[in-house]
């Protein structure tokens, strides 16, 4: 009989963090405890261990992030403490009373100068205060603790608010015409799977440590994104060709990031490799279109 594994989720209130509460949910082997910032902030070091300590987790998923990329060249100094200070917290925490880590960071790692897929063994190069900081807390999770995982990801989206696609639909209704950049392309990820990699990833080290063979778990950095690749004009036509069965959809035109000035410079290539993750763990690349046109027809045939 298979031992339960207890599992604590950080930043439950996110994106990522409501999926996976919500893919966990149907996985009886996994009894999981969430909490948020109001229950435990990252940056308390003395809280993150107490609640580790209640906890007494098998597996820890940090999904607590500093995301807002402009307001983080304004604010860095608060990025680095939830983006930087948080995770090394939670890793010094985990290596202390021993739990597996699972830390979700970013494509922004990378300067977007690539002529290729990124993969993980690439020297990161950030641009951006959200790139660095989340840069500097992969290098602390690394640091202080060797049995985790690195998921980076990138241009995550959901049903919920707060993320590209919902902020289409949303412009559909007030917009005839929208320009959109074309010469930034990565690889659109809903969060239902990366919720369902990091659920992978947690079988299997159940099932390592069930056979007491934990030290075969492939720990390091994977990326984990959407295919195909697209750039951002590309992924908003694909949303307002599915939108289009439902509702009336602006017209989309094609411009360079120069005409969309923003405080913080996006990488030009965020193309993560899906390689290694797949190779080692059998998780293949996420399907954004299929996610997409689910969560239309979901929001719009109601």
Known sequence: MKTLKHILV???????GQAVLSEFSSFPVFSVHAYGRQDCDIINKQQVSTVIAQVNPDIVINCAAYTQVDF??????LAAQINAAGPSNIAQACAEYDAFLIHISTDYVFDGHSDRTYIEDDIPHPQSAYGRTKLLGEQAVLAHCPQSIILRTSWVFSAESGNFLTTMLKLAQSHSDLNIVDDQFGGPTVARDIALAILTVCQRYAESSEQSEQSEMRTGIYHFSGYPYVSWYEFADFIFTQLANFEKVPVVTPIP????????TRPLNSCLSNHKISEHFAIHASDWRAAVTQIIQDKYKG
């Open 257 to 264: 990031s120069s005409d969309y000035p923003q405080k913080a």
């Open 72 to 77: 983080a060249e304004d604010n860095e100094v």
């Open 10 to 16: 950080l930043g439950k209130d996110g994106q990522v």
